[in-house]
T-cell receptor
Framework: DAKTTQPNSMESNEEEPVHLPCNHS???????IHWYRQLPSQGPEYVIH???SNVNNRMASLAIAEDRKSSTLILHRATLRDAAVYYC?????????????FGTGTRLKVLA | GAVVSQHPSWVICKSGTSVKIECRSL??????MFWYRQFPKKSLMLMAT?????????EQGVEKDKFLINHASLTLSTLTVTSAHPEDSSFYIC????????????FGPGTRLTVL
């Protein structure tokens, strides 16, 4: 199963941009990169996903390295509500049976 | 769109009893749903993949006779924890996958199970 590596924790000041890195050196050519975040006692919330090109949505931006072995989730202006555990996930498994294997994630702390 | 609900949100039961948790996709059809469990301050661990109309596929180390999964319709999957024991106390989370596309999963809010 393809795996991801993320820093255990990061801190950011409120209103500043945050760059959350993820390494996925064993990614295969058809694997999409998904990002989720989880607030305490809640289920994970979808943030963004991409394949090769950088992606933007209302929540965040996803920058994918040219060799696809790493990616960065960018929160443009962190707020206190962005404090959560952020998971970078590659779908894994044969075609049609894709499943998520969660790593340890990055716990983001936002300082007021 | 893509809302997933779970019921109940929390449950307390006595050791030896069975507990059923429901997972529903509210505004889309999901041919595939997943069940995860999460211990405090740990990551999510995939338990099983549930496909509508067929038997669930369990991950290695997950007892299929203890964690019964039924996916009888395109919007409902259930997880029954049979003969629950205190070590089964955990946060159980389901997800539903949109058919086709990039196979994005949408997660329910989770169910906190406490076995006394």
């Amino acid at each position: 199963d393809a795996k991801t590596t993320q820093p255990n924790s990061m801190e950011s000041n409120e209103e500043e941009p945050v760059h959350l890195p993820c390494n996925h050196s064993t990614i295969s050519g058809t694997d999409y990169i998904h990002w989720y975040r989880q607030l305490p006692s809640q289920g994970p919330e979808y943030v963004i996903h991409g394949l090769t090109s950088n992606v933007n949505n209302r929540m965040a931006s996803l920058a994918i390295a040219e060799d696809r072995k790493s990616s960065t989730l960018i929160l443009h202006r962190a707020t206190l509500r962005d404090a959560a555990v952020y998971y970078c996930i590659l779908r894994s498994g044969p075609s049609g049976t894709y499943k998520y294997i969660f790593g340890t994630g990055t716990r983001l702390k936002v300082l007021a | 769109g893509a809302v997933v609900s779970q019921h109940p949100s929390w449950v307390i039961c006595k050791s030896g009893t069975s507990v059923k948790i429901e997972c529903r996709s509210l505004d889309f059809q999901a041919t595939t749903m997943f069940w995860y469990r999460q211990f405090p301050k740990k990551s999510l661990m995939l338990m099983a993949t549930s496909n509508e109309g067929s038997k669930a596929t369990y991950e290695q180390g997950v007892e299929k006779d203890k964690f019964l999964i039924n996916h009888a319709s395109l919007t409902l999957s259930t997880l029954t924890v049979t003969s629950a024991h205190p070590e089964d106390s955990s946060f159980y989370i389901c997800s539903a996958r949109l058919a086709g596309g990039q196979y994005t999963q949408y997660f329910g809010p989770g169910t906190r199970l406490t076995v006394l």
